[in-house]
């Protein structure tokens, strides 16, 4: 049984700054992938950033140098610091962790207002 909990969405203006976070409980495992997608109104859910159990991470092109994803492997919470956010950076984020499956969060908005 795995559980996520996001919190930190928000309205902020364009070229503002957000941090969301995610609590993971339940059967949880440091070797696994944690992440973060999005999904626009009328758009496909797509991955932001994701962390591996090396520390490694992946972005999605359009956040490079912008967002950042890190993790606390102690609190079992991974953190998406995004600064110079844009009007096309709104979207529902939605945490996820994955072992055999996808586990998502329940989703936090993110508003950026231009």
């Known amino acids: 049984q795995v559980q996520l909990v996001e919190s930190g969405g928000g309205l902020v203006q364009a070229g503002g700054s957000l941090r969301l976070s995610c609590v993971a409980s339940?059967?949880?495992?440091?070797?696994?992938?944690m992440g973060w997608y999005r999904q626009a109104p009328g758009k496909q859910r797509e991955l932001v950033a994701t962390?591996?159990?090396?520390?490694?991470?992946n972005y999605a092109d359009s956040v490079k140098g912008r967002f950042t994803i890190i993790r606390d492997y102690a609190k079992n919470t991974v953190y998406l610091q995004m600064n110079s956010l844009k009007p096309e950076d709104t979207a529902v984020y939605y945490c996820?962790?994955?072992?055999?499956?996808?586990?998502w969060g329940q989703g936090t908005q993110v508003t950026v207002s231009s």
């Open positions: 996820y962790y994955y072992r055999a499956r996808a586990y």
């Open positions: 962390i591996a159990s090396s520390s490694s991470t």
């Open positions: 339940g059967n949880i495992f440091s070797r696994n992938a």
